[in-house]
C-alpha cells in the first residue's frame, strides 16, 4: 500500500481510466459478460522492451477494484513480413518483448494472445505512422490564485512542447508523460508487514512488541522507483493545423513540492483515425471521478482485439501501434520559484526506529509491477 499520492492537475482533452493488478489467475472464464479480458498492450519505433499487460475486469464494472492478472499466456506479435517476436512473462500477467525489439514504420503489426483455457484472441492488423520530432519542451513556473498556498493545487509548472505538424493531411496526435521518482516506502501497514508473503499483513504482525494498530512505514529494502503515468488522453487532429508549427502545445502541470529536479519523460505519439475516434468516444462516457472501467452501461470495448471463435465477446483495452518521439527532461524547480516554498505532501503514519543495535529498521520489498521497479529509469541522474 503506498501513501505518497499526489494531485497533478492536467492540461488534457479526453480523459482514459487506468489500473492495476496484483492477484493471479490462471484460467480466464468470462461470467454472465460481467468480467471480460482485458489488454493493455503497445508497440511503437521507440526500442524496447514494449509491454502487454494481460488481465480480467472486475466481476463488476460498478466498483472501482483492481484487476486480476492472467498468468502463463502464450502472447506474441507477428508483421507483414512474416517476423515473429514472443514475449515473456516479466510478472504475473505483464509481458515483455525483447530489450533491442522495435516496431518499423510502415510495416504492420497484429497481437496474439493465446490463453491457458484454449481461448486466442488476437488484434486486427495496426500500421505504425512516421511522427514528426518535439523540437522544445517548455516549463513555466504559475500560482493559481484561486488555491490558498498551503494547497498543492496552488503553485506548480505547466508544462508544454513545440513541434511542427506533418504537411500530410489527416495526421491525428497523442500525448503521454511518464515520471519516476525514488520510493520512500515500500509498504505501509496498519497490521504490520508480512516477509513471508511481501506484503502488508492480514493479521495483527508487529515488530519489537508493537500492539498498536499505528499506520508503520516501511523503508525499502533494494533500489525502488515509484512510476506515476499521464491518467488523461492528449489527442489532437491536424485538420485545421495542417504544416503548421505548433507553440506551447499544453502537455501537464507538475508539483511544486519539493526543490529537486522532477524527471519527466514525454511521447509523441502518430495514431490511427480508428485510434483516435476511439480516444474521443470515451470523453462522452467517462465521468470526472471515473475511468474506462467503472462505468457499467456504456464502456467502450476495444476497437482492435478479438477473440478468434467467439467474435461477440466484449473485451476491453487495445492494442496500440503508433510512431513516436521522445524527450526525457529534468525540470528544474528551482527557476522562477523566488518568494514560494514547496508544498509538501503529508504523509501519515511513522517509520520504526532501528532495534537497539542495528544500522536501521525494518524494511520492506520492492515489488514489481506496473506502478512500481526496481529498474533504473532511462537517463536517471541522482
Not at 49 to 78: C, M, W, Y
Not at 220 to 237: K, R
Request: one cysteine or more; proline letters at 6%; glycine letters at 6%.
Amino acid at each position: 500500500m503506498t501513501v505518497m499520492k499526489r494531485l497533478f492537475y492536467l492540461f488534457a482533452l479526453t480523459t482514459l481510466g487506468m489500473w492495476s493488478c496484483v492477484t493471479e489467475i490462471r484460467d480466464f472464464e468470462q461470467i454472465s459478460n460481467d468480467s471480460f479480458l482485458t489488454v493493455e498492450g503497445s508497440l511503437s519505433n521507440q526500442i524496447g522492451p514494449h509491454r502487454v499487460t494481460v488481465s480480467s475486469s472486475s466481476p463488476s464494472l460498478s466498483i472501482n477494484v483492481e484487476n486480476i492478472p492472467i498468468k502463463g499466456a502464450d502472447v506474441f506479435i507477428t508483421d507483414n513480413k512474416g517476423n515473429r517476436e514472443n514475449l515473456k512473462e516479466f510478472v504475473d500477467g505483464i509481458y515483455e518483448t525483447s530489450a533491442n525489439f522495435q516496431g518499423v514504420v510502415g510495416n504492420i503489426y497484429t497481437l496474439h494472445i493465446n490463453l491457458r483455457n484454449g481461448k486466442k484472441y488476437e488484434s486486427t492488423p495496426e500500421k505504425l505512422i512516421a511522427v514528426p520530432n518535439i523540437d522544445k519542451v517548455n516549463a513555466n513556473f504559475t500560482v493559481k490564485t484561486n488555491y490558498p498556498l498551503t494547497d498543492v493545487r496552488s503553485v506548480g509548472f505547466d508544462v508544454s512542447i513545440d513541434f511542427k505538424d506533418s504537411p500530410e493531411t489527416g495526421q491525428y496526435y497523442q500525448w503521454k508523460w511518464t515520471h519516476y521518482e525514488r520510493t520512500v516506502f515500500c509498504a505501509s501497514c496498519n497490521l504490520g508487514y508480512d516477509y513471508g508473503l511481501g506484503k502488508c499483513s492480514l493479521v495483527p504482525n508487529y515488530p519489537y512488541g508493537q500492539s498498536s494498530p499505528e499506520l508503520i512505514n516501511y523503508l525499502c529494502s533494494s533500489q525502488c522507483f515509484d512510476v506515476l503515468y499521464s491518467s488523461t488522453y492528449n489527442i489532437l487532429s491536424d485538420n485545421l493545423l495542417n504544416g503548421q508549427e505548433i507553440k506551447n502545445y499544453p502537455i501537464m502541470r507538475i508539483p511544486y513540492d519539493d526543490r529537486t529536479n522532477y524527471y519527466l519523460k514525454i511521447e509523441q505519439r502518430a495514431i490511427s483515425e480508428k485510434m483516435y475516434r476511439y480516444y474521443r468516444s470515451i470523453k462522452d462516457v467517462t465521468q470526472s471521478s471515473g475511468t474506462l472501467f467503472d462505468v457499467p452501461a456504456e464502456t467502450q470495448f476495444s476497437p482492435n482485439m478479438f477473440n478468434v471463435d467467439n467474435k461477440d465477446e466484449r473485451i476491453l483495452g487495445l492494442f496500440e501501434v503508433f510512431g513516436s518521439d521522445k524527450r526525457i527532461v529534468y525540470i528544474d524547480r528551482q527557476v522562477g520559484t523566488d518568494g514560494y516554498s514547496p508544498v509538501k505532501p503529508q504523509i501519515a503514519g511513522r517509520t520504526l526506529p532501528p532495534p537497539p543495535g542495528a544500522i536501521s529498521g525494518p524494511r520492506a520489498y520492492c515489488i514489481e509491477g506496473k506502478y512500481r521497479t526496481t529498474r533504473e529509469p532511462e537517463a536517471w541522474k541522482d
